[in-house]
């Protein structure tokens, strides 16, 4: 289903799917119970329209163009980036599903030529890979086009997301509906001082203050920087190693991700040591930190 109310191709499309006997059934007159694979279906949507079943949803809000991402990262002579704010949420009730915005999403202008996603680093980029029931993620896609191109639109293959539809084509020119997506987790969660178990290690997270840093490193204007103590106990009988630069990420109800700050970092007295594994039957404590708009205090780790 959509927000946009066309309706058109609804579900069953009305494909002639009569031909159950098409097969030739077998000698008894079985019926063949193979199911034809219905011809491939996209849904057309704006900004603002939430595509959607009961698997995934998902959105653009906005759409940017500028000549520079940041300080470090412009454009080449002749082009500019087109920036996309969208989101994705899982809505199904118990399966964890994957949606990777870098394989699944590209951008066409009005003379079809096709763009791929360009790496640049923000830090507000849309984050892929494993969503949770009723989990959210949301951040930004960039793309690099020749500033003259126009009628833009985003192209989604949806065809190993979504039971509904194989596609999406978001308009960038047009409005929508403007409803967003929120994030409702429909698996069981942890309070700060609960210790969560899996495998052989013990991982607690311990308290949770905000920083608005120190004489040489602070946040940006209008962030600060949450960290977070944490303990991870390993009762195994070997090595255990963890990064947390590489394996924790803190995220706002708005799906938004943020990784570990390396400021933030430089100025804690105890951070949780990353050099060495926790040595068998050991535990290890420590602090770790992230960089968050100011009052983002919802957040899931």
Not at 28 to 38: I, K, P, S, V
Not at 56 to 78: K, N
Not at 155 to 173: K, M, T
């Amino acid at each position: 289903m959509t927000d946009d109310p066309d309706g058109s191709g609804d579900a069953d499309g009305g494909s002639g799917d009569g031909g159950k006997e098409g097969s030739g059934g077998s000698e008894n007159g079985a019926t063949d119970e193979r199911t034809e694979r219905q011809p491939p279906r996209t849904v057309d949507a704006a900004l603002g329209d939430v595509v959607e079943d009961d698997r995934l949803g998902i959105v653009a809000y906005s759409v940017e163009r500028t000549t520079a991402i940041d300080e470090f990262t412009s454009a080449d002579a002749g082009n500019e980036f087109v920036v996309v704010d969208m989101a994705a949420k899982n809505r199904s009730s118990e399966q964890f599903i994957s949606f990777a915005s870098l394989f699944q999403v590209t951008l066409r202008d009005s003379e079809s030529y096709e763009y791929d996603q360009s790496i640049t680093g923000s830090a507000d980029a849309l984050a892929s890979g494993e969503l949770a029931p009723g989990e959210l993620t949301r951040g930004t896609i960039v793309f690099e086009v020749p500033r003259e191109s126009s009628g833009l639109s985003l192209h989604v293959d949806l065809s190993e997301s979504l039971w509904s539809y194989d596609g999406a084509i978001i308009d960038l020119e047009s409005e929508g509906t403007g409803r967003p997506l929120t994030q409702n987790l429909r698996i069981e969660t942890y309070a700060v001082g609960d210790t969560v178990e899996f495998r052989e290690t013990r991982f607690t997270p311990n308290e949770v203050r905000t920083s608005t840093g120190g004489e040489y490193f602070g946040p940006d204007e209008g962030n600060e920087f949450v960290i977070v103590d944490i303990t991870v106990e390993n009762s195994s009988d070997q090595e255990l190693a963890i990064s947390t630069l590489l394996q924790t990420d803190l995220k706002d109800q708005e799906g938004r991700t943020y990784g570990v700050s390396i400021s933030a970092l430089a100025e804690i007295d105890r951070g949780f040591s990353q050099g060495n594994p926790i040595a068998p039957n050991s535990t290890r404590r420590g602090e770790i930190a992230f960089e968050v708009p100011e009052g983002r205090h919802r957040c899931i780790w």
